[in-house]
Structure formats: structure tokens, C-alpha cells
């Protein structure tokens, strides 16, 4: 944070962007000053999750030949780690400054709807990305986990928090109390992450639960992170990375235009 | 003042409705560059309605507004960059301190480190320089207010809309608000005070509009609007005794042995002593008081005064 906090990236913003850059920043230091609910529990609680299903399960599952079902879970529990915190980075933000009444401050600045856009979006990867890969770094101390294709690593985890962060935006500004949001977390993304193979392959699963799963775009960022790590996967990543890019581009669309219009927050 | 100058605000036959409500019907207003502007109405008058229009938090939905010659809707960023607007609630951002908050206030605008002396201006002629690293949660409600003020100042804006900036505040702060804000009118800025106390728009205020039900009903220098009340009042204080009847035509108002009576002419004094003699009625003390603004909006807008009349809408 020393290094945001400080002049040095300050001084290489240009006037036009410092705007953005400061509800970036800003919205980093919102997370950061309630690290151990925002870093530090999902962590700890992805790594439970790893030590009870790894321990439960080991002798009793193998997914992919040459894989344990140790090393099979972890980028499945990272990836849903960081898809849930990106959401909940920008959902939360922005509906608790909506109910608190400071998102005024926000408002009534020259402040583009694309540059908040970018800002909250911004953000929640970064959240996303320092909860996903804090529990893949205390995790291989424990696990032996092979890289083959870091590249795919990089691009999912990359859409996958966008996405994520782009829908955190949407139920952000839709939700009017924190009830509605506590609905998208539970009756949403936790069932859609779940169900998408985090534990197990969808192989695994009856034809008809399979067929359902393919409807399920966080399916297609979870298998696809996998690729990148074991080169096997469900599906092809290719499949995968058009399926999660065709998301991310409509669902930024419709987050833009409820911007644009001012949707629940310029009537 | 030169009348050549881009107006501060120009406001052209702004209509905004909600639903079948029309908050504002057709509001003509120029503010010119430079003016101590009042804009005074009692609840649901449409004055935060025609604020937020003015910081594009609401959009008009017929008419135009321009901050400094920018179109609000059409040149939004150039609009707000030369607006100031200190909202009427007291919001704050829990996570951050004072000085935290006003630096990101000023990035949101645009201004880096070389701002921070203006920042830590502001701090102190505020008076918040022991709270500049005290958390937003920990302030007094009075603390929190000077905050809202000091971050609606950090980009230097030419135009101030202040909206209800004194409601719940202490003497000590409304003093050291008003020396700061004639400070910055004195050195060129236009401010916009909506008001509950009608003496400190009367005090302030070189021009006012009156606003009723979504429309001006008064607008002028605040000279003009006084003397358009030729009227004066006289102050009785009469202890325990009663006003006698043949006065109560002219009671403006009466409690705790002080009655206030409406003079159209000054020999109406001679009779109310006269009346006062007759009835044996001793006087501990009088006085003869000019008409202020809340006579004048009392007889333009036939309401109650707003103070009495507090719970405006929130910006």
C-alpha cells in the first residue's frame, strides 16, 4: 500500500485520469482497512475447506489421472475465492455508500460513468486477485501443484474477477438495502459457484447434470483455470475463454448503461 | 458588478416532475459572479430539488442549467469542476479520516499533492486541524458538518451552494462558517445559501429568491424585498397584564408578556399607548422594530417561517 499511498504513482497520472485513479485508489484502501474481513477470512476459510474435503476425500477421489484430489481442489477453491471477492469488493462498496448516502461525493464530481466504471472494476480484480492467489501461495507449502500453462492461469483469473466485479457493480447499484445484496451472495453466486465443479468434474455427474452445468458460465472460468494448471480440463479453454468473454462483454454492456442513465443513482 | 461576465448560474424554465408531482415549474434564475445569493422557501418548495439539478444529481426534466457557461447535462465535467456543493445530510465515508477524505475528495477533481496547501487551508480556517486524523465515525455532529463544508471547498470551486449548512450547528461554528465563507465571496467566489434562519440570509445575502411550490415567488436585492414592507413592529413587554381588545386587530404575535403588534402607520403608536393608558396596562419596555425578511416571506409565501418549519428535503 506504501507504494499507492505514496507520490510516485501519483506524480505519473495525468490531471484527466487522477480522477479515476483516486476512486481506485480509494476503493483499495476500503477493502485494505478491513483487511482481515476482506483478505484475511476468505482465506482462512478456503484453506478449511481444503484441509476437511482434502482429508475426507483423498483416498476416495481421483479426477484427472496423475492428479490428487488435493491438488485437483486447489485452483477450483482459488478461483472461487477470487470470483467471490471481486463480486462482493464492488457490490458491497457501492450499496453501502448508496444506503450511507457518501457515494454523493462520488456523484458530484466530473467523473465519467466509464471511468467509475474502470475504478470499481479495478478494484475488485485486485481484491479477487490478492484473496485467490494468497490462498494458492499458503496452499502449495502443504500441496505439490504443477503449472503447465500459466498464460491460461493469468486470462481466467483475469475474466473471472472482471466478470464477477462487473456483476458486483450491477447488484451494487440495483440493490436499495443490504438485504437484496445478502440475496444475490446466497441465492447466486454461492449456488453458481458450487455447482460449477470446484469440488469435482462435471464427468462425474449424471448426463442431465452435466447438461445443466454447460448453462453455468462459472463452469466455464473454473475449468478453465484448471487447464492452466494441469492441461487437462472438461472442456477446451478455448470454449471457455469465449464463453466467460461473451459474459464479461454483456453484462459490462448493461452495467455502462445503467451507469449511463444514472439507474438508481441520478433520478 | 460587470454585468459582461458569464452568469455563475443560469437557470432557464427548469421543470422537473416525479411522477405526477411537479417540484418545479418553469424556474427562470441568473446568478451573476461574485453574488452572496439566498434561495428561501419553506418544505417542498423545490430548493434542494433545483440544487440537485444544479450538481447533476437529478436531471431536469425540461429546461437548461449552466455553471459557469457549462451546460450541466452536456459539459457535466466542466460544470462540476466549477461547483462546490455541501449537501444538507450529514454523509460521510466511515473508513477514512479527515485529511484522507479531503484528498481523495480533491483526486475525484482532478488535483494531486500540489493541492495539499489549500487542503490543509481549508483544514485549519475550519477549524479541523486537532480532527485531521481522527476517523469520519468519531466526529461530533458539529465536527462532521465543518468536513462536509471543507470538502466541498478542496477543488477551489468559483460557485458554493451551500444547502442548510448552519441546521444543528453551534454559534462558535456559525460565526467561524460565516467569517470563512464572506472570505471566500470576498475574494471572488459566488455563493448559493439555502437557509432555515432567515437572519443569516438577511445578514448575508445581497440578493434573495423566495420559492413556493416550485416556483419563485420572490426575487431581488434583499433591500428591495424589506422596503417593499413599508410596515414596522412594535414590541410590548407588559409583564403580567393582558393586551387590551381594541389592540388585538393589530397582534402580530404574543407569549410570556411580550406582544408583538403590526404598524402600518407610526401613529398607530400614539394609539396603542393611548389604548395601554386607558386600560391601565404599565409598559416595562418597548421597541420599535423594522420588518425583516420573515415578514416579507411571510407575506409573499403566507407560511409559517421555516425555522418554525424545519425537515427540508435532503440533497
Not at chain 1, 448426463?207 to 492452466?228: E, H, L, T
Not at chain 2, 451551500?162 to 470563512?180: I, K
Request: hydrophobic fraction near 50%; charged fraction near 15%; charge should be neutral.
Amino acid at each position: 500500500m506504501s507504494i499507492i499511498n505514496g507520490n510516485l504513482i501519483d506524480g505519473l497520472i495525468s490531471p484527466q485520469w487522477r480522477g479515476t485513479y483516486t476512486l481506485f485508489k480509494k476503493e483499495l484502501f476500503r477493502f485494505w482497512r478491513v483487511a482481515f474481513q476482506t483478505v484475511a477470512s476468505p482465506v482462512l476459510t478456503s484453506l478449511l475447506y481444503l484441509l476437511i474435503f482434502s482429508h475426507v476425500l483423498e483416498n476416495h477421489v481421483q479426477v484427472y489421472k496423475g492428479v490428487p484430489y488435493k491438488a485437483f481442489l486447489i485452483p477450483g477453491l482459488v478461483m472461487m475465492s477470487l470470483l467471490q471477492n471481486a463480486f462482493a469488493n464492488s457490490s458491497s462498496s457501492l450499496v453501502q455508500s448508496k444506503i450511507m448516502g457518501s457515494i454523493v461525493f462520488v456523484l458530484l464530481t466530473p467523473i465519467s460513468y466509464a471511468q467509475f466504471f474502470i475504478a470499481f472494476l479495478a478494484a475488485a480484480i485486485i481484491r479477487g486477485f490478492l484473496v485467490g492467489f494468497s490462498i494458492y501461495f499458503v496452499a502449495i507449502w502443504f500441496v505439490d501443484l504443477s503449472i503447465v500453462h500459466p498464460l491460461w492461469i493469468f486470462v481466467f483469473a483475469l475474466l473471472g474477477s472482471a466478470l464477477l466485479g462487473t456483476f458486483g457493480i450491477i447488484a451494487g447499484i440495483w440493490s436499495d438495502k443490504f438485504d437484496q445484496m445478502a440475496a444475490f451472495q446466497n441465492f447466486v453466486i454461492m449456488p453458481l459457484t458450487f455447482l460449477s465443479g470446484v469440488f469435482y468434474s462435471i464427468h462425474s455427474l449424471p448426463p442431465f447434470w452435466q447438461a445443466v452445468s454447460k448453462f453455468n458460465p462459472f463452469f466455464y472460468m473454473i475449468d478453465g483455470f484448471r487447464y492452466g494448471f494441469f492441461g487437462q480440463s472438461d472442456i477446451s479453454p478455448w470454449l471457455s475463454f469465449v464463453v466467460v468473454l461473451s459474459f464479461l462483454l454483456g453484462l459490462a454492456w448493461l452495467a455502462l448503461k445503467m451507469l449511463k442513465s444514472g439507474y438508481k443513482l441520478r433520478a | 458588478m460587470d454585468k459582461k461576465l458569464t452568469p455563475a448560474v443560469k437557470i432557464e424554465k427548469i421543470h422537473k416532475s416525479f411522477g405526477q408531482l411537479h417540484a418545479l415549474n418553469g424556474i427562470d434564475l441568473t446568478i451573476e459572479q461574485g453574488e452572496f445569493f439566498g434561495l428561501l422557501g419553506p418544505n417542498g418548495a423545490g430548493k434542494s430539488t433545483l440544487i440537485n439539478i444544479l450538481a447533476g444529481l437529478l436531471k431536469p426534466t425540461q429546461g437548461k442549467v449552466a455553471i459557469m457557461g457549462h451546460d450541466v447535462v452536456d459539459s457535466y465535467q466542466a460544470a462540476r469542476m466549477s461547483l462546490g456543493v455541501v449537501p444538507q445530510e450529514l454523509v460521510f465515508d466511515p473508513f477514512f479520516n479527515v485529511r484522507e477524505m479531503l484528498r481523495f475528495q480533491a483526486g475525484y477533481f482532478g488535483r494531486g499533492r500540489e493541492n495539499d496547501a489549500w487542503v490543509d487551508e481549508v483544514i485549519e480556517n475550519l477549524g479541523l486541524t486537532d480532527k485531521a486524523h481522527t476517523n469520519m465515525r468519531k466526529l461530533s455532529g458539529g465536527m462532521k458538518r465543518r468536513a462536509l463544508i471543507a470538502q466541498a471547498l478542496v477543488h477551489k470551486p468559483p460557485v458554493i451552494v451551500l444547502d442548510e449548512p448552519t441546521a444543528g450547528v453551534d454559534v462558535e461554528l456559525r460565526q467561524m462558517l460565516w467569517a470563512f465563507i464572506k472570505k471566500l465571496n470576498n475574494d471572488g467566489h459566488t455563493i448559493i445559501l439555502t437557509t432555515h434562519y432567515l437572519e443569516e440570509a438577511e445578514t448575508l445575502c445581497e440578493r434573495v429568491a423566495m420559492m413556493k411550490q416550485g416556483e419563485i415567488v420572490a426575487l431581488d436585492t434583499t433591500a428591495n424585498l424589506l422596503s417593499k414592507l413599508p410596515g414596522k413592529n412594535l414590541r410590548l413587554t407588559l409583564g403580567q397584564a393582558n393586551l387590551p381588545s381594541t389592540l388585538l386587530p393589530m397582534l402580530k404575535n404574543g407569549e410570556n408578556g411580550i406582544f408583538t403588534l403590526a404598524l402600518t402607520e407610526l401613529n398607530q403608536i400614539e394609539y396603542a399607548l393611548s389604548e395601554l393608558r386607558k386600560a391601565n396596562v404599565n409598559v416595562q419596555d418597548m421597541q420599535l422594530i423594522e420588518a425583516d425578511l420573515e415578514d416579507v416571506f411571510m407575506s409573499l409565501v403566507g407560511e409559517q417561517a421555516p425555522q418554525q418549519n424545519q425537515q427540508a428535503g435532503a440533497l
